[in-house]
């Protein structure tokens, strides 16, 4: 039996949204006030919900703390209190946008949670009360298909 499961949890970050390549006049018809040169700040609210089997002796389809952990590890200290145009280079050249956020975290997500056997089903990243994006996961080989993929080689 497969379950869905959705955590939750939230860092600080600072951002300005410019494209280097436009001037200062065009990129506040773009982007208004979140164009101002010294940037601001926002409390993000990150959801996260995975899809795996729910173990028949634990009841759970992945352990909360290795969840949380990793979530700490590939999320959080990267991002929380930091300057994203600055301190992370993907958005030196990115502008770091909700949607852009989402994206970039969706796709470490994606790469990281199968080594806890389970999958990403999407992420939801509240940027204020007032807006939040959702992406949710490109195809990717399931856990259960990598096993499978794996005994049939040990079987061949
Ligand atoms: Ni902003």
């Known amino acids: 039996m497969q379950a869905s499961l959705t955590v939750t ?15 200062y006049d065009t990129n506040r018809t773009v982007y208004g006030k979140c164009a101002r040169p010294n940037g601001h700040g926002h409390d993000y609210l990150l959801e996260v919900t995975v899809v795996g089997k729910v173990d028949d002796q634990t009841g759970m389809a992945v352990e909360l703390g290795a969840l949380h952990e990793l979530l700490r590890v590939a999320v959080i200290e990267p991002f929380d209190h930091h300057f994203l145009n600055k301190d992370i280079e993907y958005f030196a050249t990115t502008v770091p946008t909700a949607e852009n ?4 975290i969706r796709n470490i997500l994606q790469a990281q949670l199968p080594s806890l056997g389970v999958t990403l089903q999407r992420i939801k990243l509240h940027e204020s009360p007032n807006n939040a994006c959702e992406v949710f996961a ?19």
Request: hydrophobic residues 45%.
């Open 101 to 104: 956020i989402a994206i970039y």
């Open 138 to 156: 490109t195809a990717a080989i399931k856990p259960e298909r990598a096993e499978s993929a794996r005994e049939s080689l040990a079987i061949a």
């Open 9 to 23: 949890t939230n860092f600080s970050a600072a951002h300005r949204l410019a494209r280097p390549d436009l001037d």
